[in-house]
Structure formats: structure tokens, C-alpha cells
Nanobody, 120 residues
Framework: QVQLVESGGGLVQAGGSLRLSCAAS????????MGWYRQAPGKQRELVATITHGGSTNYVDPVKGRFTISRDNVKNTVYLQMNSLKPEDTAVYYCNLDQGGSYYRLLSYWGQGTQVTVSS
């Protein structure tokens, strides 16, 4: 079992910054991918960014150049530094961890979500 606990959400004005943190604990293998998703009111959950154990990153176009994902493999923690925030970034942000289970099956774990609200 894997548990993910997010922190760092809150209310910020447009143009401001926030840093989200997600600490993972439990049965975590070294070869895993961690990432962030978000869900705005009335919309489906969407990918924001991912990062592999080796540090390879992926971002969706709306956040490129503004958000930075990073991880600390010793602490099993992933971060999302969000700069130049826009009202459209308002959403519940969810931490995600993917890793291989038995028989090479992919296991996905999710945090409880943290609210990010950007005022105009």
C-alpha cells in the first residue's frame, strides 16, 4: 500500500506563486512515476505534469514555462512549483504515483487533493 499526502494549496492572487508538496509512504519501488493532476469545477481531471525516477519531466501546454515539477527520491516527495498563476489554474490538485505491481501490472495511487484558488 502507498499513501500520498499533499500540502501547500491555498488562495493566491493572479501572478503569485505556490509550491505544492506530496509525500509518499508505504511500499514504494524505485522505478516509479510521480505527477500532478488537477480538476476544475465542472471539468474532468486532467494531467498537469509528471516526473520519472530519473528526472524526466512532462508538462501540458497551459503550464509550460510557469510550473516546475521536481522530486526528492530520498524523501519520496514530489513538488510542483507554480509561478505566474492565473485564475484558470484554480482547481483541486491531486498527487499521483504510478509503479509496477505483481506480474508487471501498473498500480496507481492518489492523494486526497489540495485546493488551489487564484483570484483575479
Amino acid at each position: 500500500q502507498v499513501q500520498l499526502v499533499e500540502s501547500g494549496g491555498g488562495l493566491v492572487q493572479a501572478g503569485g506563486s505556490l509550491r505544492l508538496s506530496c509525500a509518499a509512504s508505504g511500499s514504494i519501488f524505485r522505478a516509479n512515476i510521480m505527477g500532478w493532476y488537477r480538476q476544475a469545477p465542472g471539468k474532468q481531471r486532467e494531467l498537469v505534469a509528471t516526473i520519472t525516477h530519473g528526472g524526466s519531466t512532462n508538462y501540458v501546454d497551459p503550464v509550460k514555462g510557469r510550473f516546475t515539477i521536481s522530486r526528492d527520491n530520498v524523501k519520496n516527495t514530489v513538488y510542483l512549483q507554480m509561478n505566474s498563476l492565473k485564475p484558470e489554474d484554480t482547481a483541486v490538485y491531486y498527487c499521483n504515483l504510478d509503479q509496477g505491481g505483481s506480474y508487471y501490472r501498473l498500480l496507481s495511487y492518489w492523494g486526497q487533493g489540495t485546493q488551489v484558488t487564484v483570484s483575479s
